[in-house]
């Protein structure tokens, strides 16, 4: 009988470690406790961030082959919801070696400092302190940006095997084929976020009914609007074609309608965790009523 689509998805990866202290197939335990652990975190964390916090998923670790250090971890992942493995990278479908994925993002970083974020267009551009940008999908970045995540992922992929000669990290699928190899020399991509650096920005322009609480025809500044709660914010008139139009006749104007604006909204979140939100119309489309 074939598996109903309701049944958890099984994926196996083999997490190993190849350095000095593995050659007689033994490691340190707390070492491994961690990592297992930390990779076991990093996994369900992702998990809940994609596909919400109800969604549960089981990771199991199966007794390595005798003869040679290997930990084998069994997953099973909600169907319905994204390939969370697939999105980190762990997955049998692509590696480190793919931008497109948490890990080979944070391998294409290469350790830079990430200052700020800016949700755009249905991506997420990543700027880091040397003015470069990097755009992500947002499941991808939503992960990357995530400090508990990050921290078991440093725990895994960096201090076991940073500083280490010829030390390296190794994921397999299933059929033993290597998924991702990662270097001692490399291990420095993989470490947590600094704490307090990262300014995150959302920028979004939709269409909104507003009312004008407050105009002035002669700058783009002086504008304010009443937002539905009530309360009253500043915004920045950009619309030069409709300033113009008042102010020479050719349009009529009225505080007291409603008006259909194209309105861009951006949102600056600052590393102390403060939060900024900037309005601009960019159109005044028409009058309601």
Request: charged share 25%; hydrophobic share 35%; glycine share 6%.
């Amino acid at each position: 009988m074939a598996p109903s689509s309701n049944e958890p998805s099984k994926q196996v990866f083999k997490l190993s470690y190849d350095m000095e202290e593995t050659a007689n197939h033994t490691i340190d335990a707390e070492t491994l406790g961690h990592s297992i652990l930390s990779l076991s975190n990093a996994i369900k964390s992702s998990n809940r961030l994609i596909n919400g916090e109800q969604s549960d998923l089981q990771v199991k670790v199966r007794a390595h082959q005798e003869g040679s250090f290997m930990v084998e971890f069994v997953t099973w992942l909600n169907t319905g919801g994204a390939d969370v493995l697939q999105i980190l990278g762990i997955s049998t479908a692509v590696g480190v070696g793919c931008a497109n994925t948490v890990l080979g993002a944070m391998e294409a970083l290469k350790g830079r400092k990430i200052v700020g974020s800016l949700k755009r267009d249905g991506k997420v551009i990543l700027k880091t302190k040397d003015g470069e940008e990097h755009e992500l999908e947002p499941n991808i970045a939503k992960i990357l940006l995530n400090k508990d995540v990050r921290k078991d992922i440093e725990t895994v992929f960096t201090t076991p095997i940073e500083n280490k000669d010829d030390a390296k990290l190794i994921i397999k699928n299933e059929n033993d084929d290597e998924v991702i190899v990662v270097v001692s020399e490399d291990a420095a991509a993989f470490r947590k976020l600094p704490q307090k650096t990262l300014e995150q920005v959302e920028e979004e322009t939709n269409q909104m009914t507003i009312h004008f609480s407050q105009v002035n025809f002669e700058s783009a500044t002086g504008w304010k609007f009443k937002l539905p709660n009530g309360e009253i914010e500043s915004v920045r008139m950009n619309h030069e074609a409709f300033i113009s139009r008042i102010n020479q006749g050719y349009e009529e104007f009225s505080k007291t309608k409603p008006c259909l604006v194209m309105m861009k909204t951006v949102k600056t979140t600052k590393p102390d965790g403060s939060v900024n939100t900037r309005y601009t119309i960019e159109e005044v489309i028409r009058q309601l009523g």
